[in-house]
């Protein structure tokens, strides 16, 4: 069958079992994520191996060890996607949920309620685990997910997904529920953002141009996800404990994710007692610091950085020093440079943090915090399904709220206007 019958097919399936995914109480939503979370614990050593066909082929391929490390699975991180679908399952059902109660002076009973957004496309690149999480957290907000992963996890995808299907149908479900894109062609993505007649909502996962051809090509509505060119600034007044001990986390717990550390912004009188300490921290987990002239001449470390290094997510070991005059100027450069996913401020002083809060235009905006916490988990939303950098009509970490829509219901008693 050629990819535009396929992709087709699959979307009518979908839209097909977007009927019954209407019908499902909270019990059995419930019911079918602990199926799913049971599942992929006992189909362990199944997506072990598979996963295995996909580390073996990256390394022939020269990924990056970090990138490698984003496509890993082991027992642990499978018992934490089983964990992560069990905590959804344990979240309040948004479905039917009343965020306003009008009553009109005709008698006219108004009530807006949040409803499923119906099918959730997702198109995503490395990383396993999403498979599982976006399909849960879609389920429990009463969608159908379509997935589209990248060619670099396709084994690991498909023994995932085979798991959850079996669970679908063991607990008497449509396996529909969750539809999965075999077809890991460039052709396959651009046929699935042109299904606006089965999609209702298309959310891309990846790097940048992944992102950007989603955003620029696509006729299915797009909420825009982070890359995450993040910043962290250090202020004049920062404790120089705490500074290098949330740039560490922020670069190096994870160098591979979105809410990873990839620049730092810091005041040009604090940078020659500053970045040397800071290259001897960074130096032990082997990472590579460039920057402008002053941060060169304050410690012989750093080499110089070219204009792209500003703008880069590295998601490697690898990060940007800019030296600023004050907060406003940092303000301004993270604002220019920015992807508007996470930035902080270490700063003692508390107007100079409130100003820094206040001006940058990013999704999340920390003081005296790891730009890690930008998480759907941590922010307590349980997992998510991606981290919005637009401002329309989810922003930040999106958990199933986010993933909902509303509509109104009206009852009358005969009203006419």
């Known amino acids: ?36 979370a049971a599942g992929l614990l006992a189909d362990c050593a199944t997506i072990l191996q598979a996963n295995s066909k996909d580390i073996a082929a990256a390394r022939a391929n020269g990924t990056s ?22 905590d959804i399952a344990a979240l309040p059902d948004p479905v039917g949920e009343v965020l306003e109660t009008i009553e009109r002076p005709n008698g006219l009973h108004i009530q807006k309620v949040r409803v499923p957004m119906g099918v959730i496309g ?11 999480d976006a399909a849960a957290i879609c389920l429990k907000a009463g969608s159908v997910v379509m997935l589209r992963g990248g060619k670099e996890a396709i084994h690991s995808n498909t023994a995932i997904v085979a798991s959850m299907k079996k669970a679908l149908a063991a607990a008497g479900l449509d396996e529909d529920m969750i539809c999965f894109v075999e077809d890991t062609s460039r052709q396959s993505s651009n046929e699935m953002i042109a299904l606006s007649d089965y999609i209702d909502l298309l959310i891309p996962r990846g790097g940048a141009g992944l992102i950007n051809n989603v955003v620029q090509n696509a006729t299915v509505p797009v909420i825009q996800t982070g890359t995450g060119n993040c910043h962290a600034y250090v202020h004049k007044s920062a404790d120089f404990s705490m500074a290098l001990d949330i740039i560490e986390n922020g670069k190096t717990s994870r160098p591979s994710v979105c809410n990873a550390l990839e620049s730092v912004v810091i005041d040009k009188c604090i940078a020659p007692d500053f970045l040397p300490l800071l290259a001897e921290r960074l130096a032990a987990k082997n990472v590579v610091m460039v920057g402008d002239d002053l941060a060169q001449q304050a410690c012989g470390a750093i080499a110089p950085a070219s204009e792209e290094d500003y703008y880069t997510e590295f998601l490697d070991y690898k990060i940007s020093i800019k030296t600023v005059e004050g907060v406003q100027e940092a303000v301004d450069w993270v604002n220019e440079h920015s992807t508007m996913h996470s930035e902080v401020i270490i700063a003692e002083d508390t107007a100079a943090a409130e100003l820094f809060l206040k001006l940058v235009d990013s999704s999340s905006v920390y003081h005296n915090a790891s730009t890690r916490f930008t998480d759907g988990g941590e922010f307590g939303l349980g997992a998510e399904i991606g981290i919005s950098t637009q401002k329309l009509h989810a922003r930040g970490p999106m958990g199933i709220r986010e993933i909902t829509s509303y509509k109104y219901i009206i009852k009358g008693k005969g009203q006419v206007r």
């Open 65 to 86: 060890e970090s990138m490698i490390d984003r496509l890993s699975l082991s027992e642990a991180r499978i018992a934490g996607m089983a964990q992560g679908v069990k």
């Open 122 to 132: 997702i198109i995503f690149e490395s990383r396993p685990n999403v498979t599982s």
């Open 1 to 36: 069958m050629e990819t535009k019958a396929y992709m087709q097919a699959l979307g009518q399936k979908a839209k097909q079992a977007k009927k019954s995914m209407a019908l499902l109480g909270e019990a059995e939503k419930n019911a079918a994520l602990q199926a799913i």
